[in-house]
């Protein structure tokens, strides 16, 4: 078994339950353009690169731009108002401080990331955190997780991806990374050949990473 030393964890649908929201406000805003987003539709262009306005027809699109900012709007209402843990992550960090270094990786807008990390006590675990503004290129090409591999000072071969979704997956293959899967309701019918590991939650990475909960 590999050796790992530092871990790079996705963000939405990983440490926290942001998916569904982000999509429900892309899918309301794209509606009022006249387009009906479904979800298999939305994740299968994230898995080739692209993004959902691409759709909207051409006479409407002198209208994206602020479609997008009322979906941002939109968003950070819902992450006011929802419950988006989930269970264990923290438990998890704690058991691997120590062990392995790690940080966060995201498509995530700093903006976004900061309002939800306000009262959550998820980052201070993390060496450092990569926002969407971080980088030119977004999952699923590499970029992100070559910039974190950088900012380390490590080679693919020290690290572990931690994702749900073919998306980043395919961009820590991509890196040359290893990656663990974890379950999430959102991407579960999404194809994961390719993946080192495939786990049920976070909890499963204490015995990759040879961490153990203190006692």
């Known amino acids: ?12 649908g990983v440490l926290v339950d942001t998916e ?5 406000a892309t899918q309301q805003h794209l ?5 009906e987003l479904e979800h ?17 027809a051409p006479a409407l699109k002198r ?8 979906r941002n709007a939109t968003y950070q209402r819902l992450l006011r108002s929802r419950r988006i843990e989930i269970d264990g992550v923290l438990d998890t960090l704690e058991a691997l401080a120590g062990v ?27 060496e450092f955190v990569l926002c969407r503004e971080d980088y030119e290129r977004s999952k699923p090409d590499p970029e992100p997780y070559l910039t974190a591999l950088r900012r380390f000072g490590v080679t693919p071969g020290e690290a572990l991806v931690v ?9 820590a293959s991509a890196a040359g990374l290893d990656c663990a899967v ?20 976070l909890a499963a990475l204490e015995e990759i990473l040879g961490g153990r909960r203190q006692t």
């Not at 209208?63 to 009322?70: F, G, L, M, P």
């Not at 807008?109 to 993390?126: A, Q």
């Not at 994702?163 to 961009?171: C, K, N, Q, T, V």
């Open 1 to 12: 078994m590999p050796c790992y030393t530092h871990v790079l964890f996705d963000h939405d």
């Open 163 to 171: 994702e749900d979704s073919a998306r980043g997956l395919a961009a």
């Open 100 to 126: 392995v270094k790690m940080c966060i990786v995201t498509t995530s807008r700093r903006e976004d990331f900061e309002l939800i990390h306000r009262h959550r006590g998820i980052v201070p675990f993390m």
């Open 40 to 56: 298999e539709q939305f994740l299968a262009l994230q898995v080739r690169g692209c993004n959902a306005w691409e759709l909207v």
């Open 182 to 201: 974890v379950h999430s309701a959102f991407t579960a019918g999404q194809d994961f050949t390719g993946a080192r590991y495939q786990i049920e939650n």
């Open 20 to 24: 569904p929201l982000y999509f429900a």
């Open 31 to 35: 509606a009022r353009l006249g387009v």
């Open 63 to 70: 209208y994206v731009d602020q479609a997008r900012s009322a």
